[in-house]
């Protein structure tokens, strides 16, 4: 089966889409640098980071390389949180001025801060206002809305068959589904037989999301669920070939280094001064197996030059006595 093939796999409203394969949402990393790479290596779509309305009306400093994209990656999301219908919508039709591909709806982010006031996951407790937002979202906006649920707000409150019935019938023009409650936040295992429920009982695509870490691991769960595609979050981290159907752990140092050229440039272009020091934590992934000493860690973390810094990681991996693939 291939993944990521250029024919339309399937369509999110009039939107076709040209893959299976999908970067998920993460705050912090699939910002626009994170997201040209994935977008390089085969994921069909590209979805920004979660976006707080809340943000939009205040204007916060951080919002303009949150919102930034490049038309290469259409079809390109919007991403938007909150737990106010009508701060949402008002939102929703400012990022819409900014002519994404369509807007999708974060209704499973587990983090306290977020679902303990109601939004993310915390809509999960209600599923009235859950139609109510993607009602007015899709009547008040011309692009496609789409929403990431998770299975519930605990194991006592799996809801996932009634929010995503209320979803598809409220207009969303898909679904993707992480197959876990909001209390297991990442841990346990994924439930994939509830994606199957999901993809059974609705009419619009639904896309499969959790514990996916490999090509076989996303084709087992398109066998096993029927889902249209499959999104694939943190095994992407520090691992963009993951979308082309290899691993991190395959590569010669010479593609390692390559991407991490490519990715501190893409950062340092995008974010300017602070894209070094927020390319660390893509560091802690690329090198994995590499930073074996906190002062090699510490070292590599205070450099703020971003040809010394590459440099030093060249010499790093490089090093006859580390393992060829570490
Ligand atoms: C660091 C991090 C940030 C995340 N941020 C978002 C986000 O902004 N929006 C969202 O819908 N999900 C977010 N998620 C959840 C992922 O999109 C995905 O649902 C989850 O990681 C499960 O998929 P995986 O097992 O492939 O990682 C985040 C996950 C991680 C690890």
């Given at each position: 089966m291939s993944l990521n093939h250029t024919a339309t796999a399937f369509s999110i409203g009039p939107i076709p889409i040209h893959g299976k394969l999908i970067l998920a949402p993460m705050d912090g990393y699939s910002d626009l640098p994170m997201r040209l790479i994935a977008r390089q290596f085969g994921s069909c779509i590209s979805i920004s980071e979660f976006i707080n309305t809340i943000d939009i009306k205040q204007g916060h400093p951080h919002l303009i390389s949150q919102i930034t994209f490049s038309e290469?990656?259409?079809?390109f999301a919007y991403q938007i949180f909150d737990d106010n219908p009508e701060r949402m919508l008002e939102g929703a039709l400012k990022l819409r001025e900014r002519n994404p591909d369509y807007i999708d709806i974060n209704?499973?982010?587990?983090?306290r801060n977020v679902a303990n006031r109601g939004a993310g996951a915390g809509l999960l407790k209600d599923p009235l206002k859950i139609g109510r937002i993607v009602e007015s979202l899709v009547k008040h906006l011309d692009v496609p809305i789409t929403v990431k649920i998770r299975l519930g707000w605990d194991v006592t409150t799996l809801n996932y068959l009634e929010t995503s019935r209320i979803i598809e019938e409220s207009g969303a023009s898909a679904i993707a589904v992480h197959a876990r409650h909001r209390k297991q936040q990442f841990s346990?295992?994924?439930?994939?037989d509830a994606i199957a429920e999901v993809k059974s009982q609705l009419s619009i695509p639904v896309i499969g999301n959790g514990d996916v870490k490999s090509l076989a691991d996303a084709e087992r769960m398109m066998a096993l669920t029927g889902c249209d595609a499959v999104m694939i979050g943190r095994?992407?981290?520090?691992?963009?070939?993951i979308f082309s159907g290899s691993q991190r752990e395959e590569q010669t140092k010479t593609e390692l280094l390559r991407m991490i050229e490519s990715h501190l440039h893409l950062n340092v272009e995008h974010y300017q001064k602070i894209g070094i020091v927020l390319f660390r934590k893509h560091l802690t992934h690329y090198l994995r197996g590499y930073l074996t000493t906190p002062q090699i860690r510490r070292h590599i973390y205070s450099i703020e030059n971003e040809s010394e810094l590459y440099e030093t990681i060249c010499n790093l991996v490089n090093q006859p006595d580390l393992m060829e693939n570490a």
């Open positions: 290469t990656e259409r079809p209704m499973g982010c587990s983090a346990g295992s994924a439930w994939w095994a992407a981290l520090g691992n963009p070939w």
